[in-house]
């Protein structure tokens, strides 16, 4: 802003809460504020008929008046100094609006959590009556009724004793009403607190601190001295969460506080319960499943000073702490940290944002970080920690890559390789579990014709239909069924059949194979309800089946430390996704199968079976090499300019209209072209930015609109954003009836 003599204005909230954000009131700015004036910024200004002095908060600065001048109050003054956390916030919602493209009032939603009447909470904490023989006794006979919820509580307590009620209603899915039928019946007592202070956890509960080993320690040691960003690069079971704990216990001891981010999909019973043994009870546990009403007490909770630390997914990030000390991201590479709505941001972008203005540390932590973080360490812009060695014994699984191509050539026809069979079998005999992965990511399960290649699609979304055990063929995007075709509608052969190899086949086939077999599947079919997944997990941990077959779900998460063979059954149906993170995705998936394999005492063995076994993907995640991947990958990213070594922009056209829509694509790409000739390289004359398309996406129409996809590049980031703010002027002066433009940047998904 300057002083041009032109009039500036501020959009200010007065109440700031989720609700009142839509209704911003406008003010002038006076001359002499014009220059101070930013957004976050606490004001005082003259409100309601009778001029009463208020406080507001500015959450937009603009040039353009929203109604006639004369009627415009002007802001009083500026309070100096407002560094509150409403402050903190808008700013973080300002910057989330420039950066990923959203509106304010989105980004504002996005950080802000919806208002409820703030209850103070008591606190519940579930206590064992009996002794343990008592309750072996009365869990043999859960078993035998099917009382499955029951049971798992009182499992549970035999080792716990003591456990937090949010944590088995959570968690442990065991509904209050059991909790209360069992406290009648004198098993277990409800014990209620009010002060959240004392933890109350059974003392002999706490989980006894480990003696850091030398590298563990280093690590806490430098992030506590003040390092802004950190990766710590580590298989699973290094030690990379007793790090995280240490730090947090010095966080906590500075009187900071912590945001833990976990994916939502790792945040399983085990990994909750081991932060609330070191740390009892000033910590709360959020998931998505949580309401809007569940989620605020939680931020007021946190804002009240009543919590050291959050643990959550990425919405986790907006917790109003006071003195935040610490962010730590786990499983940094997820795509989960990356929101698929407005503001599309990301969680550890995000996370850097918000700890330099509290001026607190992020660490994050991943045995493959993601191509952008490591890319970072190289440029000494994130530094790098290793932790080599995995903790709790067992060694590396051997890997073994199949050929497939050479298994057909033999005469083999089955999804199993003959070594995959064999090791099987071996398992079977020996009492040992397996687990079968199909990675199926970025692959849809299409039916196709074998004599002209007819491929059955949904007619509103243009992608494949999958077929379903109920014998018809399903849209997974709008819902739409039809019944499974016996001949081609094309061509009328009989020879159209799907790719056999869903989980529900892999079972099928297990069972004539190795008749008597238990196994157990889990995928999207499987864990619809609420409490299958822990249900299912549970069930194989408890030795319920010999073999889990699943999708990419069963590679996360859990330890089974009998499972001592891993099949991977086709690792390169993620390679054929058309998105220039296929490789990637396909390491990090592989390499964290690999890892299921050999967690107890036992050695583990794993198959990878594949049409490309010579691909630089497969071939170092077979030797679980991360920078052998990383050196390879990055050349690549930087032939074809992706990210990270160039920003990309997507630019995705919607239209009820194929061809309006085709068109202003067109026109974009033609201003965006020209807006391009701007940025060229001085020395070598050539042009830095890339515009590519107009393409149909690859999901070419959703709910019957039309979907195209325009991708510019450009080295950086700052250009991008100049240039969707030019595009977004141009497209305001014409007149858009059907078509929306959507902007997103480095996406982690395909369009
Ligand atoms: P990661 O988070 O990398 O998977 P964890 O921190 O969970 O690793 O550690 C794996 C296992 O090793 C855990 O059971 C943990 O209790 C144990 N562990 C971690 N650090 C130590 C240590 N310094 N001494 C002994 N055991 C440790
Ligand atoms: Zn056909
Ligand atoms: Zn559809």
């Known amino acids: ?14 109440d700031i809460s989720h609700e009142k954000v839509d209704r911003p009131f406008q003010y002038k700015i006076p001359r002499a504020l014009q220059d101070k004036i930013k957004v976050g910024m606490e004001v005082i200004i003259p409100f309601g008929r009778g001029n009463a002095k208020r406080h507001g ?32 916030l808008i700013q973080l919602a300002g910057w989330m609006k420039e950066t990923y493209g959203s509106t304010m009032i989105a980004a504002l939603k996005t950080v802000l959590p919806a208002k409820q009447k703030y209850r103070a909470i008591e606190k519940k904490t579930v206590h064992l009556l009996l002794s343990i023989s008592e309750a072996e006794e009365l869990v043999q006979y859960y078993k035998k009724k099917h009382q499955v919820g029951r049971e798992r509580l009182l499992t549970q307590l035999m080792i716990e004793q003591d456990l937090p009620q949010e944590l088995i209603t959570g968690r442990l899915q065991v509904p209050v009403k059991t909790i209360q039928a069992m406290a009648e019946q004198g098993i ?6 009010s002060n959240y202070r004392n933890p109350i956890l ?17 690590i806490v040691e430098d992030v506590l001295s003040g390092v802004p960003l950190s990766l710590i690069h580590g298989i699973t079971g290094s030690g990379k969460t007793e790090v995280y704990m240490e730090i947090i216990a010095g966080m906590i001891d500075r009187g900071k506080q912590a945001i833990v981010l976990i994916p939502e999909i790792a945040l399983t019973y085990q990994t909750v319960l081991r932060f609330y043994k070191r740390f009892g009870e000033r910590i709360s546990v959020m998931n998505s499943k949580l309401s809007a009403g569940e989620r605020y007490d939680q931020f007021e909770r946190a804002r009240h000073g009543e919590l050291d630390i959050i643990i959550g997914p990425r919405s986790a990030l907006f917790t109003p702490f006071s003195n935040l000390g610490v962010i730590i991201i786990d499983e940094e590479h997820e795509n989960s940290y990356k929101s698929e709505t407005m503001p599309r941001y990301h969680a550890r972008e995000t996370a850097i944002q918000i700890a330099s203005m509290y001026g607190a540390s992020v660490v994050c932590g991943s045995a493959t970080p993601s191509l952008e973080l490591y890319y970072m360490t190289k440029q000494g812009k994130c530094r790098l920690y290793e932790l080599q060695e995995r903790l709790t014994g067992g060694t590396l699984p051997k890997v073994y890559t199949v050929d497939l191509r050479e298994e057909l050539k033999r005469g083999n026809r089955s999804i199993f390789s003959r070594q995959l069979s064999d090791l099987i079998a071996e398992r079977l005999e020996s009492g040992q579990q397996s687990m079968l992965f199909l990675n199926r990511r970025g692959y849809a399960g299409f039916i196709s014709c074998r004599a002209c290649g007819h491929v059955m699609k949904c007619p509103h979304c243009d992608v494949s239909l999958s077929e379903h055990k109920n014998g018809r063929l399903t849209c997974h995007y709008c819902g739409y069924e039809e019944p499974m075709v016996s001949h081609c509608p094309k061509c009328g052969s009989k020879y159209i059949t799907g790719f056999k190899a869903g989980t529900q086949q892999i079972v099928e086939t297990l069972q004539k194979q190795f008749p008597g077999v238990r196994v157990l599947r889990m995928d999207a079919d499987t864990t619809r309800t609420k409490g299958s997944y822990e249900k299912i997990l549970s069930s194989f941990a408890n030795g319920e089946a010999d073999i889990l077959v699943g999708t990419q779900m069963i590679v996360k998460g859990h330890d089974f430390p009998n499972v001592t063979l891993v099949g991977v059954l086709a690792a390169d149906l993620s390679l054929c996704s058309n998105d220039y993170r296929a490789g990637e995705r396909t390491f990090q998936l592989l390499t964290q199968a690999a890892g299921r394999a050999g967690r107890g005492q036992l050695p583990g063995e794993v198959v990878i079976q594949t049409y490309q076994p010579e691909h630089y993907s497969i071939v170092h995640a077979a030797k679980q090499d991360y920078k052998g991947f990383y050196e390879e990958e990055i050349l690549y990213r930087e032939l074809m300019s992706y990210p990270p070594i160039a920003q990309m922009m997507v630019v995705l056209i919607s239209s009820k209209e194929e061809e309006k829509g085709l068109q202003l694509a067109r026109k974009l790409a033609t201003r965006l072209e020209e807006q391009s000739t701007v940025y060229v390289d001085q020395r070598s004359g050539r042009r830095r930015c890339q515009v ?41 002066t014409m007149e858009l009836k059907t078509e929306t433009i959507q902007f997103d940047f480095n996406p982690m998904n395909t369009y």
């Open 1 to 14: 802003m300057n002083n041009t003599g032109e009039e500036w204005y501020a959009n200010i909230i007065i």
């Open 57 to 88: 908060y500015v959450i937009e600065v603009t040039n353009q008046a929203e109604c006639a001048i004369e009627r415009l109050k002007e802001i009083t003054d500026l309070v100096i100094d407002s560094v509150s956390l409403e402050a903190n």
């Open 188 to 193: 277990l007592q409800v014990i209620v607190q």
């Open 202 to 218: 059974h003392p002999s509960a706490k989980e006894e601190k480990k003696r850091l080993s030398a590298a563990q320690q280093a």
């Open 692 to 732: 590519v398309g107009p393409a149909k996406a690859s999901i070419g129409k959703i709910q019957d609109i039309y979907r195209t996809v325009l991708y510019v590049k450009h080295p950086e980031y700052e250009v991008l954003i100049t240039m969707k703010d030019q595009l977004e002027l141009y497209t305001k």
